[in-house]
């Protein structure tokens, strides 16, 4: 993480940021926070603008996702059979995923967004399986108004401290995660009772 973090400070543009999360979106995996915490290291140094750091950060996730959303359903039920698919997403978990989906579509999109590893393929089922794109989209960018400031604060208030920010970074992904899962299991029992 710190060599890539070093690399983005030291070669950091508004392009790369962008490039980097649009390629993160479609499913490759990168981690999206990593790019968040440089933009804002970037920033706080003054070598990008704040605002228009967001934007970018933004937009790479708001295009990244819609290319992975339509190329899904594009693709459709065929990509169960590719043998990484099978390997990522096995059947048993596929149709878990996609009873969630079906039943409370747009909160799986939102808890998918703070989960490293298992947004790109939520993403994918939620497009095969029916969700509307307006209703992808709009779930999606809602829970990035929640990660985005918290990777961007700590890559804004320790970026001095490559060590300082690594442990901060593992705690804030744990708590992210958790606190995702523990809100879609409010819902769902609240949902079932």
Known sequence: MEAVIEFFVLHGSYLLMFVA???A?????????????????????????????VIV?????????????FLAKRVGTAV????????????PRR???????????GLVVFVARNVAGFRGPTFAL????????????FFDMLALTISLPIWMSLGWF???????????????????????????LLLIAGHSV
């Not at 149709?95 to 579509?105: F, N, P, S, T, V």
Request: overall charge neutral; hydrophobic content about 45%; glycine content about 10%.
């Open 95 to 105: 149709r878990w995923l996609e009873a969630k989906i079906e039943k409370h579509g």
């Open 126 to 137: 939620c497009a095969i399986h029916g969700i509307s794109y307006p209703r992808f989209i």
């Open 25 to 53: 979106g479609c499913g490759v995996p990168f981690p999206e926070d990593i790019v968040m915490i440089s933009g804002a290291i970037l920033a706080q140094r003054g070598i990008t603008n704040l605002p228009l750091t």
């Open 158 to 184: 320790f970026g001095d401290s490559i060590d300082q920010l690594t442990n901060h970074t593992a705690t804030a992904e744990r708590i992210t995660t958790v606190a995702a899962l523990g809100l879609l």
């Open 21 to 23: 999360l649009v390629v």
């Open 57 to 69: 950060l933004s937009l790479g996730v708001f295009v990244g996702d819609t290319v992975l959303y």
């Open 80 to 91: 169960y059979e590719w043998r990484l698919v099978k390997r990522v997403m096995p059947e």
